[in-house]
């Protein structure tokens, strides 16, 4: 894999930067972000948590020909801090030897992503290879927003009018004494355009670690993607088969529902999210549906509490903490987004949260419900090149997960902020 890579990388170059006939065209440009969270999602049981991070990504992107090259720097920082019951400050995630943000939190300072991008000569196929985002076609099984940036290769493009192909392999770990001890993820999907309207998209993957009692299992999905009237629709259905590790095996389903319709100023959009989990009548056998594990990937649509892709992006472990305790998902979702004006969008959301089987745990009640959230916020563009972004967000517990001998468990609550320069 490392020399592959290593070749690719240095064929890549060596067309960019030699051929006589190509004109460089180079561009600079990037972003400054700062953004910031409070929650408290498990109630009075739970610690309130404040998180904020600030980081700079500066881009430079070089055209030549059929050739892209693109380098992108990441400076970042971030603190993530519990209050205890008398909102002092209790434990540092990121704690250092001087304490507070500046010192204290996650410092970070490389690359958040290289790519080269270029043409197969004779073919209208293109590779892409490096650090960067590679999708599934519903982009939240195989996913972006750095959850699934890794270093790998693709091959992608059409292959005749109605037809493309997007292929990729991905790898998080491999062992520098080269006993194959690696996390590596493969892909390959077939875009069929079916009409002016409909495309789908057959679609097989594997993700998988060589190491002793490791993960191997498969996908095979199917992906549609249609406009009826003014609704714009995607659909998609996932199964997996293979082992959870040495002893487990593993057999899930997902499906993915997410509609949209542009009325003027106001859009509205409907998410279904049915993820399957495990009902424990098997030994040896687990019915929960999980994304890659090699890329951690698995970012779905949603709500504010329950997903970081709604409004504020937050990179805060609400999302991965809460739903996770599920025993698999089912999720209905309403938001709506009403521009104001040129500037200013205002929106809000419901979802209910229901566990697609009752808790394993022992001496836990027989529900599903997890509980619904309740959001609300805005999106104001100070300028055309700087945005605020601002949401709230509180989610009423259900008795999922709750003890039979405990009281109701309390509701939560998470408020967060992102102010974005783009440059």
Do not use: C
């Amino acid at each position: 894999m490392r020399k592959l890579l290593l070749a690719l990388f240095a064929m890549a170059l060596v067309v960019a930067f030699t051929a006589p006939s190509y004109a460089a065209d180079f561009k600079y440009s990037g972003f400054f972000r700062v953004r910031g969270s409070s929650e408290n999602v498990e109630g009075d049981d739970g610690d309130k948590k404040n998180y904020l991070d600030a980081l700079i990504r500066p881009r430079f992107t070089m055209k030549s020909g059929a050739v892209t090259a693109t380098y992108e720097l990441d400076f970042s920082s971030s603190y993530t801090g519990k209050l205890d019951d008398d909102n002092e400050l209790a434990t540092n995630t990121h704690a250092g030897a001087n304490g507070g943000f500046g010192t204290a939190g996650r410092h970070n300072v490389g690359t958040n992503r290289w790519v080269i991008d270029f043409a197969v000569p004779g073919s209208a196929l293109r590779v892409r290879m490096g650090r960067t985002d590679y999708f599934s076609p519903d982009k939240e099984i195989f996913d972006s927003g750095g959850k699934h940036r890794l270093p790998g290769i693709a091959l992608y493009g059409k292959l005749s009018k109605n037809m493309s192909l997007s292929a990729f392999m991905t790898k998080s770990k491999e062992d520098a004494g080269g006993s194959n001890d690696d996390k590596t993820d493969y892909y390959v999907g077939m875009g069929i355009k079916v009409n002016p309207t409909l495309t789908l998209t057959p679609w097989a993957a594997n993700t998988r670690d060589a190491a002793v009692n490791g993960y191997d299992y498969s996908f095979l999905g199917l992906h549609a993607k249609t406009k009826v009237g003014i609704l714009n629709v995607n659909g998609s259905i996932v199964i997996q088969e293979g082992d959870l590790n040495a002893s487990t095996e593993l057999s899930g389903w997902a499906v993915l529902l997410r509609t949209s319709a542009n009325m003027g100023k106001l859009k509205l959009s409907g998410n279904l999210t049915m993820l399957s989990g495990n009902d424990g009548t098997k030994s040896g056998e687990d019915g929960s549906f999980l994304t890659p594990r090699g890329g951690s990937s698995g970012w779905f649509v949603g709500g504010h509490i329950m997903s970081s892709r709604r409004w504020t992006t937050l990179g805060n472990s609400i999302r991965d903490r809460e739903l996770k305790k599920m025993n698999g998902a089912v999720v209905i979702e309403g938001l709506a987004d009403f521009k104001v004006s040129k500037t200013l969008t205002l929106a809000g959301g419901v979802s209910l949260y229901n566990s697609a089987e009752p808790s394993l745990a022992e001496d836990t009640m027989d529900a599903k419900e997890f509980g619904t959230e309740l959001n609300a916020g805005f999106k104001w563009k100070i300028h055309s090149n700087l945005e605020l972004r601002a949401v709230g967000a509180v989610i009423l517990r259900g008795d999922y997960g709750r003890g039979v001998d405990e009281g109701e468990i309390d509701d939560g609550w998470a408020v967060g902020w992102t102010l974005r320069h783009v440059f």
